[in-house]
T-cell receptor, first 114, second 113 residues
Framework: AQSVTQLGSHVSVSEGALVLLRCNYSSSVPPYLFWYVQYPNQGLQLLLKYTSAATLVKGINGFEAEFKKSETSFHLTKPSAHMSDAAEYFCAVRLNNAGNMLTFGGGTRLMVKP | DSGVTQTPKHLITATGQRVTLRCSPRSGDLSVYWYQQSLDQGLQFLIQYYNGEERAKGNILERFSAQQFPDLHSELNLSSLELGDSALYFC????????????FGQGTRLTVV
């Protein structure tokens, strides 16, 4: 069965600093991978997705993620954090043929200090 | 706005009661998914419907059931509620079962007291 591990339930960065949120997955077949963001009292919004095309995926709001099969990782990065990036971020995986059932990681709360 | 509408936004009820959560998918989406987000379990997939038929089940309790109606809206029924059922319940929708993006509603926050 597939699973997702997000290292660090809380990450704090200064405004303008690099954001790095870690995600490792396990899957017996090539996965589809996703990053979602959840702002307070909001639903989940898709940031970006990997669907076996380019390994470097660019998403909304300046975020990107790189699929590394050898490391079974899909870390999320942003060169320069903004205060508005403060939110909870979820990495998710689904099997190619599993409909859209997503297995989510535990989430990482990103805090941005002024 | 994702286009997925969930009602009500908040629900407070007592243990042992039954509630119904409602979801209207995006226009044109045939698949509906229900997820539960709780502090101890995180985000978990509960169940999926596609064009009125159950397509996949996840960690859904027997006290919970769902259905999708001909107009494609879906309801999640939670019965014999326990304190531990307090959570945020999300509905998501997608065009089909193989499409790569699901759109999430803003959730229904259920508090069982």
């Amino acid at each position: 069965a597939q699973s997702v591990t997000q290292l660090g339930s809380h990450v704090s960065v200064s405004e303008g600093a690099l954001v790095l949120l870690r995600c490792n997955y396990s899957s017996s077949v090539p996965p589809y991978l996703f990053w979602y963001v959840q702002y307070p009292n909001q639903g989940l919004q898709l940031l970006l997705k990997y669907t076996s095309a380019a390994t470097l995926v660019k998403g909304i709001n300046g975020f990107e993620a790189e699929f590394k099969k050898s490391e079974t990782s899909f870390h999320l990065t942003k060169p320069s954090a903004h205060m508005s990036d403060a939110a909870e971020y979820f990495c998710a995986v689904r099997l190619n043929n599993a409909g859209n059932m997503l297995t989510f990681g535990g989430g990482t709360r990103l805090m941005v200090k002024p | 706005d994702s286009g997925v509408t969930q009602t009500p936004k908040h629900l407070i009820t007592a243990t042992g009661q039954r509630v119904t959560l409602r979801c209207s998918p995006r226009s044109g989406d045939l698949s509906v998914y229900w997820y539960q987000q709780s502090l101890d379990q995180g985000l978990q997939f509960l169940i999926q419907y596609y064009n009125g038929e159950e397509r996949a089940k996840g960690n859904i309790l027997e006290r919970f059931s769902a259905q999708q109606f001909p107009d494609l809206h879906s309801e999640l029924n939670l019965s014999s509620l326990e304190l531990g059922d307090s959570a945020l319940y999300f509905c998501a929708s997608s065009v089909g079962t193989a499409s790569t993006e699901a759109f999430f509603g803003q959730g229904t926050r259920l508090t069982v007291v």
